[in-house]
């Protein structure tokens, strides 16, 4: 017979890790930069003269015997100096023929009929001035702008990005034993 030998029986089990994690977290935010801008007025420069319009109706007006009181005066001064050279003219000439009254002739007769009779007048229509009597001249005006732009005023005050970091973490554990289990079998 035949002897049996004891046996040894293993029995074993694996250890188990675990690991638990967490993420890292980062929230950043970026403020709005302060900004102010400022636009200045342009400086603006206006220059100008005046047009120039001139109308001189004074022939018109004198071709319809309208007239200025100086030029009426002046008128009539010399229509008074040319009638009184031409009735002193006459005067002299009635004087010398009646100075010659001898000579036989009907001199006071002739002279009563040239002096009884009005002088004739030419008539025309008064109210309608000469054409192109009135004298128009103009002179052109000017007018000058000069603008000056102002350039914007841009103040920036810029503002740093916050960050908030919360670091992950790995935790490493034994999530079961290892064993080891030793027997003897017969």
Do not use: C
Not at 55 to 62: G, N, R, V
Not at 141 to 170: A, F, H, M, W
């Amino acid at each position: 017979m035949m002897m049996e030998m004891p046996r040894l029986a293993m029995q074993s089990t694996r250890a188990e890790i675990g690991i638990q994690t967490s993420d890292a977290k980062l929230s950043t935010r970026q403020p709005s930069a302060d900004m102010t801008i400022r636009q200045p007025k342009a400086i603006m420069r206006i220059a100008s003269e005046p047009a120039r319009l001139t109308i001189d109706q004074t022939a018109a007006w004198e071709s319809m015997g309208l007239l200025s009181a100086r030029r009426s005066i002046e008128k009539a001064a010399s229509q008074g100096l040319q009638a009184a050279k031409a009735f002193v003219g006459k005067t002299a000439s009635q004087g010398d023929a009646l100075m010659r009254i001898e000579n036989k002739g009907d001199v006071i007769s002739r002279q009563a009929a040239a002096s009884r009779f009005m002088p004739e007048y030419a008539f025309t229509i008064g109210w309608i001035p000469a054409p192109f009597s009135v004298k128009i001249s103009a002179t052109r005006g000017s007018l000058t702008v000069d603008v000056t732009p102002q350039k914007p005023v841009i103040n920036v005050t810029p503002r740093p990005p916050e960050s908030i970091y919360t670091p992950g973490k790995v935790e490493i554990y034994v999530k079961k034993e290892p064993s080891l289990s030793i027997s003897v079998v017969r």
